[in-house]
């Protein structure tokens, strides 16, 4: 990643012996270029974040529509109570009466699908922010690191002086991110398989907001 490469620039700075070697004229001008296009670079990181989980929110929305729904309407319709009342409706031939049935019925499983969707979406969105939130962080020290060195430079400063303390505010990994992204992928895969039976649908909902919850307090 670019990010990457501007991070390792001013690691390359810091590391030059300027008792021995000087400092060229265009180093200043390319830090302050590099602070100029770390702003764009954080928020290409935090585009390709959220184009990642709008992914996983249409993967939930397509086990939700093709898998999670059939097998809750039939559910519904098998309920003996709901079964008989249609049956007498339908036998009445009263259109209104039907109608108002399937409005009530309709009413009633939207609001179950919407939770249903909710409960397993929010806690993407959950850790989605908190990741927007490591990066958006993490281009800061990138930011306020990039800006001392600047001034470091156009006042000719000995690097090798501030070494250690410049290099001790470069505590960014990605590794963190990655492995969150990884395992986030893992737990809607396993969960959007398809399961057996409506138990097992149940238990894998069930494992899924578990394991999102364990990710999202480790961040």
């Not at 929010?122 to 993490?138: A, G, T, V």
């Not at 809607?188 to 909902?205: C, G, I, M, N, W």
């Amino acid at each position: 990643m670019r990010a990457n490469f501007f991070k390792g620039f001013i690691i390359v700075l810091l590391s030059l012996n300027i008792g021995c070697i000087s400092i060229p004229k265009q180093a200043p001008v390319l830090s302050e270029e590099i602070g100029k296009r770390v702003a764009s670079v954080e928020q290409s990181h935090i585009n390709l974040l959220h184009v990642y989980f709008d992914e996983k929110r249409s993967e939930l929305d397509d086990f939700i529509s093709k898998t999670w729904i059939p097998e809750f309407a039939k559910n519904v319709f098998a309920n003996p109570t709901v079964e008989s009342k249609w049956n007498e409706i339908v036998s009445s031939n009263d259109i209104q009466q039907r109608m108002d049935f399937i409005i009530q019925l309709g009413t009633g499983m939207q609001e179950k699908i919407n939770a249903k969707r909710l409960e397993l979406v929010q806690p993407l969105n959950d850790i989605e922010q908190k990741l927007e939130q490591e990066i958006r962080d993490s281009y800061t020290s990138i930011k306020s690191a990039n800006n001392a060195i600047t001034s470091y430079l156009n006042s000719a400063v000995k690097v090798d002086e501030n070494r250690n303390k410049y290099l001790s505010m470069f505590g960014i990994t990605e590794d963190k991110i990655n492995n969150t992204i990884d395992k986030v992928d893992s737990f809607v895969s396993d969960l959007t398989d398809k399961a057996e039976t409506v138990q097992q649908q149940e238990e894998k909902v069930e494992e899924y907001l578990q394991k999102l919850k364990e990710l999202k307090s480790k961040i």
